[in-house]
């Protein structure tokens, strides 16, 4: 965020529009170069003109992580959408899942042979056809069976009367501070879903989806295994993404606008945006609860929940009482989840508000 709109009740998310567009149609050009279909994951922003704009350039449809937040972007008029976790369907989910499965073109991950069940169970008859994905691991160690045992899950899918339209997977793992970490997480990537779908050729079935990529394995990818990408930070990026080299400081589109609440000391000063905005994150590879554009030295040292305490390096003069800085997020798909609407602002002037669609959809 170059400059900050006047005016602005703190604290508050603001996007920068150029950089957000820019963002997205580097994403989409790349896919498209590289003979990937691109189904972004929504769950970094949560809002319809977002989605509206990746679609516009070519997105194949939305990822999603929760049954809520696909109802929420089908209600916003999103119809192709890719639910990327292994749903664990009680009474009340299914029925949401067969609703939703009757508006919207849908996919849902699998991981077990009772979970594929189930989904079978909850859409059978449903309007539109379900197709299942089954999830493997490629090194990240979380949801995901051995992509030897894709096609056991994919054989009890299509028992449960499910279209296995593929399989995915995500490379967290290439999220790392030394170089080498997206390149083996990408490589990764590709020897898990070939493997998984030589386990479903076994069985007769072809792996027609062979989904993965994130936002840090981005500018890794190489036509082979993989044929559709699910990267979601890069829209916003966040000081994680700055840290591990993902991308530049002229790359981060979103920030929190706060005001200094208190200079207790000459190199610190507080501000008005704590965890319930910037969200809690803290990972190996960033400095603080977030970085200050204007101040790339000082360090977040603190974090309350409506306190930020910001420690400058001895001699560098901080922001005074009442100033407006800007934040970015160590992670931005937590505070975007904590807020209700977007300042869209253009060369530091506010143009639009944009409801977050899909806040708190965590179920």
């Known amino acids: ?19 957000l567009d820019r963002n997205i149609a580097r994403m ?3 896919a498209g170069s590289g003979g990937f279909a691109l189904r972004p994951h929504a769950k970094s922003h949560k809002c319809a003109e977002i989605a509206e704009r990746q679609l516009r350039l070519g997105a194949v449809g939305l990822s999603v992580a929760t049954l809520s937040e696909a109802e929420a972007l089908a209600r916003a008029g ?3 959408l890719f639910i990327a976790y292994p749903l664990w369907l009680d009474k009340a989910k299914a029925g949401r899942a067969r609703a939703l499965a009757d508006e919207v073109a849908l996919r849902v991950g699998v991981d077990s042979v009772e979970g594929a069940r189930r989904l079978g169970d909850a859409v059978r008859g449903s309007d539109r056809p379900v197709q299942a994905v089954v999830e493997v691991d490629c090194g990240t160690r979380r949801t995901g069976v051995p992509p030897a045992d894709a096609g056991r899950i994919a054989g009890a899918a299509v028992d449960a009367g499910l279209d296995v339209a593929g399989v995915f997977t995500f490379p967290g793992h290439g999220y790392g501070h030394d170089a080498g970490a997206a390149e083996r997480a990408a490589r990764d990537e590709e020897r898990a879903l070939a493997e998984a779908a030589t386990s479903l050729g076994e069985l007769g079935l072809e792996a027609r989806v062979l989904s993965g990529g994130s936002t840090p394995t981005a500018g890794h990818w190489r036509p082979g295994p993989v044929n559709e990408i699910r990267p979601g930070v890069y829209v916003f990026n966040d000081a994680q993404q700055l840290a ?18 208190s200079v207790p000391a000459p190199n610190r000063f507080v ?15 960033v400095t603080g609860h977030g970085y200050l554009p204007a101040y790339p030295d000082a360090t977040i040292t603190a974090l309350w929940e409506h306190h930020a305490v910001v420690q400058l390096p001895e001699g560098v003069s901080g922001p005074g009482l009442g100033e407006v800085v800007s934040v970015v997020p160590n992670h931005v798909c937590t505070p975007v989840n904590l807020a209700d609407e977007l300042v869209i602002a253009r060369e530091g ?4 508000r944009w409801k977050v669609v899909a806040r708190g959809t965590n179920s």
Do not use: H, N
Request: net charge negative; with cysteine.
């Open 244 to 261: 591990i080299g993902t991308c530049t400081a002229d790359d981060l589109a979103l920030s929190a606008a706060s005001t200094v609440i």
């Open 78 to 80: 999103v119809d192709d």
């Open 28 to 30: 989409a050009q790349a």
């Open 1 to 19: 965020m170059r400059e900050i709109p006047e005016g602005l009740v703190t604290p508050v998310l603001v996007v920068d529009v150029d950089v």
């Open 349 to 352: 002037a506010e143009v639009d």
């Open 271 to 285: 501000l008005d945006a704590g965890s319930k905005v910037l969200g809690p994150d803290r990972s190996p590879w």
